[in-house]
């Protein structure tokens, strides 16, 4: 019996054995019931594709691009907080496998290794998750952001406050003493801001000529006044099932996102993607791009910044192979007309 | 691994160590198959929300009023018999409770304390739930009420008899000999009445200038005819899933009562709430408030007064943080495009 | 803990312990995957129901009629071969309980006692159900029939071969040497014909004056083409899931039925009836009355003619709590408004 | 209790007893999380039947034509790879047991027996399913198959790479040394061409008189392109479940695909297929006969040729039962409104 890897979930268990229970349940957890992080697989295992055949597929091609940079495939590192909890090297090995697989990373505010220390290590290209508070302070990121390479903010607008993960509240987790959040040292952390606004995003867009793109939006409403607000981007999100539970999946609220922006921005999807198929099923709904979560971080847990390419390398395998067998052989080729 | 309650159904287990199995059983227990019991929690989890972002959330208001009465929530406590079974205290520890949260409590015809001792131990409002029999002493019932400060009457609709609650009759479960149905000294207890009309509720209103609202209505038809008869306000209500099995989820016929009262009459809502966001969706769907019951007895029996206390005030920061992550600071911007 | 039955489904397991097994998986087999036998209950507990409230329900009235012969309830016996599996007395304890219920039985031409001795068991009214053959035969049974009292025919017209019940065969019942179709003396026994058309259902018309209702059809065709052929009544059945596997459920084809037929004769309903709330739903669709046949075969075993007596009361009794908690204090209250 | 198949699921274990489990893997395996692999069985489960009654169903007639060429019924076998992993006689036993049964066999171009040894063992019409690569070696392939007598062409056109048959690919799976790829000596075997298209349709027509029939379409809009490249029969299907996994089920796919072919062409189905009513309702929607595959494979491990000839018998019968007791005696009677 082989045991290497074989798809994105057989990194799950392989982490579970290298990380202490709180941190692993902090990972796993979803808020309250967790209806939300179900429904997040379940939506996009009910969507039916139509493939189409006779078409030459012998060069299929996963490459396009994000804001204008070129990645290897639709994929790229969704944020996330304390990779160091999975791994000793953090968001650097993070940040080294998803360069070495062709991949974009957005690193996270709350880095347990600093995003000059990450920009070090990284390979590929990198944008930076945003949380914004009190003006100074993160103005002062942002221009750390900048100078360190960063080519975008991703600006989380889903967690004015955590969401319950009750999991991990019953565990009683806590970051441990040798680890912090590492991009800030004289100040206190910049954590999530209940006051926050759309006029925040436009002080923001007035300090810096990063694009801006808005990660957490779920409804055509939302996307509508992200255009009027001139973000570049917008990544459908239900924070992987740790905000509101009861939340729609993201997959069955990107139409109407995609329906609200039309082509002036890229929209791209988090939440739940496992498989080439999800890529390809997010692509078909009008998605630019996907981002991974959790699967990254098992993989990280598992075996560091080779894991992370390894995870990468074997769900662009499977979209390849998924444009393929829906003889779609473009990222272009892939429209609303694969799904039934 | 902390053990205090972090949600509602951690209640559960606690009351069950606590309570005869009998008594247990009897709080429990649905009707017949308890499909209604079970469609109760299907139907709200069901529902998917839409929630919006960059919203100032920085002070979310739970507050709302009941027929002109400030509460902390819109979370009341609905009625239900033979509170002793739960906690020595019985309905005066319910009372304290719920005064204590800032809630209403609904107290029932069957209660284990008298409706005297109830308002002393209350430290908040109180309405007065009514089975109406014959006339003279439904009638001095009522006036009681009146006279020890309750504020409405709560008249139960659905209960012309009981229900099969199969898993207690097979307990054969019988009120000990040290408590009794505490209204109730010189004349045998009023129960549910099976002539009971709509001409009931007009003599009713002819003898007392208290509102009344009425429990247990399911459809818009009846909403309409409540309507026609001056009612100040409906609970939707399938009782718990204790009376006809197979009968609608409450949270489902919501919007048919809703829409046949309109603006006229507040309307409420019980059977299944567990959860904030179960709150929120009954508010979106219409309601203006909902009522708990076994989560009540729970709390109640787990740690009396104080674990009443505690149950509501977790229901109500769980309201609070799904407003927060909705995008709906306030109750009043609660509406139903949150529902998708 | 009480363990007199409380309910239809409490006489299973007692029937299971007294029977033996290859009996027992004869009578509980549907065919092939049992797709259709689970579907009559999935297809029950689907349907919703609206209640309506302050009817005054002080004196519900279950009785009707079917073909002009009042019964106590709108609760029949089905037809079922081989009572004598079940029970010594088999098919004449069945007829005295039925009878003693205030029912209607039909009675079997593959009975285990002959439709005299039935008769003359029976304190109630009878129907025989008829597998039509050749000619001279099938007219002598119908004279027999109509001798011994039985008041109309229930023609099988589902049942040209048998279905595939796998359970059996796998089992490999065949009726003990001590039990034998009791009608068949002389002759071998009648059983389906696979030649029986709709012209065989007017030669049957023009040899008897008895009314004449044909059991097993499910579409709105085949019920226009029976108002042609001018039968007195339909039964809506799947044959309790035994015969073709994946069709549809009986309620579920009852509002076709319904609607083709109109109120020119009267419609039945067999396959799935286990609750009070079942016959309220098929009354609600359009049926006059619904047809039981494991249960009774189930209490039969656990209990003798007392027991198909105390099943079918137990229904009734739940019937009428079920008229009243919906408030539908008589038949004709019970319409389509009730169903969701 | 008799242990003999009653049904073609009861060939499965006695199947997966008698072969290697790398082999059985192999076999059994769908793509990815088997989504439509189950599927597959669940869209089968779903359909519901609406038999008709009282029609003459004494002389049931299964018998038809596919192509011109007559069959005992409407069930073909369909092409796989490998037989010899099931029996020693592989491919041979298949065809005598086919033939036996009345049925035609498509043969794989990737048997363990040669076209010719296959030919020379059956008793029953043939089909080639061809894989198309290099043209001269596929002309050389099409002309021994016209010459071996094959009367069609089955061009397999979902295949352009193999799906990632995780079970398998976890177990390792090589064909073991013993065992080849039987039509080929001199040259390596013919496999999966991405580069195919439908011009390649057009040539593979010019080279060829045999009828050419496309396996693995599932959308009206290919089955559109088919028309235009004048095919002469299509197979809906998803490979069991074994390429794209998501794919839409092949029975939930026939409909559109026989809306756009109309009656120019036949239209078959495979994946799926475990029941005569599962025929019947393929027939129902639109196919001229449905196609067999892993019940084959079980019957020919278990049994051989004889296995294969009785799975065949069975399903056939079950078929020849379920047009008697949907009142449709020959195929042409069978059409849409039969299904719900």
């Known amino acids: 019996m082989d045991t290497r890897p074989v798809n994105l979930f057989d990194y799950e268990p392989l982490a579970q054995a290298r990380m202490e229970p709180d941190a692993w349940n902090y990972f796993q957890s979803g808020s309250d019931d967790e209806v939300t992080l179900r429904e997040n697989r379940a939506a996009f295992e009910r969507i039916r594709l139509r493939p189409r055949v006779l078409v030459d597929v012998s060069a299929c091609d996963t490459t396009t691009t994000v804001l204008g940079t070129p990645i290897a495939a639709p ?21 080294a496998g998803t360069g070495a697989a062709g991949a974009l990373m957005v690193a996270s505010t709350s880095s347990t290794r600093s995003m000059e220390e990450i920009a070090a290590a990284a390979s590929g290209p990198l944008w930076f998750q945003l949380y914004v508070h009190d003006r100074p302070r993160t103005q002062a990121l942002v221009e750390r952001a900048a100078r360190a390479g960063y080519r975008a903010l991703v600006v989380t607008v889903d967690a004015p406050y955590w969401g319950h993960k009750e999991r991990s509240i019953r565990m009683g987790f806590a970051l441990p003493p040798t680890m912090r959040k590492a991009n800030f040292i004289d100040s206190p952390p910049i ?34 006044l992200a255009m009027r607000h001139h973000v570049a981007g917008i990544v459908v999100s239900n924070h992987g099932g740790r905000q509101l539970d009861g939340s729609v999946s993201s997959i069955d609220a990107l139409p109407e996102v995609v329906e609200a922006v039309g082509s002036r921005v890229e929209v791209y999807i988090d939440s739940g993607i ?29 075996d560091g910044a080779h894991g992370v390419e390894q995870a990468i390398g074997l769900l662009r395998k499977e979209l390849g192979l998924a444009m393929a067998l829906s003889g779609r052989p473009t990222i272009a080729d892939i429209d609303c007309s694969l799904i039934r």
Request: charged share 20%.
């Open 75 to 95: 994929i790229m590192v969704s944020p996330s907080a304390f990779h160091c909890l999975a791994h000793p090297e953090g968001e650097c090995a993070t940040a």
């Open 274 to 302: 496992r498989r080439g198929t999800d890529v390809l099923k997010a692509l078909a709904l009008g998605a630019r791009a996907a981002l991974l979560c959790r699967p990254i971080l098992w993989a990280l847990a598992a």
């Open 191 to 224: 954590d999530a801001d209940p006051s926050m606004t759309w006029e925040t995003i436009d002080w923001l867009r007035s300090i810096t000529s990063l694009p801006i793109v808005l990660k957490g939006i779920l409804t055509g409403e939302d996307a509508e």
